[in-house]
């Protein structure tokens, strides 16, 4: 009966064990984890940064990205939409947040106030007039950002981002928001980015 109460004993132990060296194990590679994504933020940010330190009140800087998994096999001479999205797109960087990059991703569209008082793409009637205009911006995490060469190449003379297109409909965005010119913002003395104030559009 001894010998049999010593085995348990013994083998509750090794689980213990066993389980407390796991535990430890996947809680440092978490924090590997995340200590790599931090740092390759930072890396990213200073880079970003100095496109950003370019914008004017006029003017964004624009920049191509470009789809990873299709460049060596398409770019630069196609550009048609597949099942894993295009080639490549222009966009405009707007502003570095803690979990990604926002571009502008088009022209401005407009929208419209609905009865409710939200605002929409779509029109209630016909002959409804628009209510303002509104860009879209599209955010990109840091971990779909594999490389950027700063000076571009001989097709876009322009930064390139090498990115990864994995959002909605195989686009680099992971959602896209919609921003106006903000009516408080004060030309030489506010930050560029203080110029846009998101608006919260509803899509149904």
Same mark, same amino acid.
């Given at each position: ?74 770019? %630069?001479?196609?550009?048609? *939409?597949?099942?894993? /999205?295009?080639?490549? &797109? +222009?966009? @405009?960087? =707007?502003?570095?947040?803690? $979990? ?7 022209? %401005?569209?407009?929208?419209? *106030?609905?009865?409710? /008082?939200?605002?929409? &793409? +779509?029109? @209630?009637? =016909?002959?409804?007039?628009? $209510? ?73």
């Amino acid at each position: 009966m001894g010998t049999y109460l010593l085995d348990n004993l013994i083998n509750i132990i090794g689980i213990l064990t066993a389980g407390f060296i796991a535990y430890h194990v996947y809680f440092l590679s978490e924090r590997m984890k995340l200590k790599d994504k931090l740092s390759n933020r930072d890396r990213l940010k200073k880079n970003i940064n100095q496109l950003i330190s370019k914008n004017t009140d006029e003017h964004t800087q624009e920049v191509e990205l470009i789809n990873v998994k299709k460049y060596e096999k398409f770019y %630069p001479n196609n550009n048609n *939409k597949n099942k894993d /999205g295009y080639t490549y &797109l +222009k966009a @405009e960087v =707007k502003n570095v947040c803690y $979990d990604g990059v926002e571009f502008f991703t088009g022209l %401005p569209i407009e929208a419209y *106030k609905k009865s409710n /008082g939200d605002f929409s &793409l +779509k029109q @209630e009637a =016909k002959d409804q007039k628009k $209510d303002l205009l509104v860009h879209p911006v599209g955010l990109m995490p840091y971990e779909w950002i594999e490389y950027i060469d700063m000076q571009g190449d001989e097709y876009s003379w322009r930064p390139q981002f090498f990115v990864k297109f994995k959002g909605v409909k195989k686009f680099p965005y992971k959602y896209v928001r919609y921003y106006k010119e903000s009516e408080t913002y004060h030309s030489g003395s506010d930050p560029v980015d203080w110029k846009w104030s998101e608006v919260n559009i509803v899509e149904k």
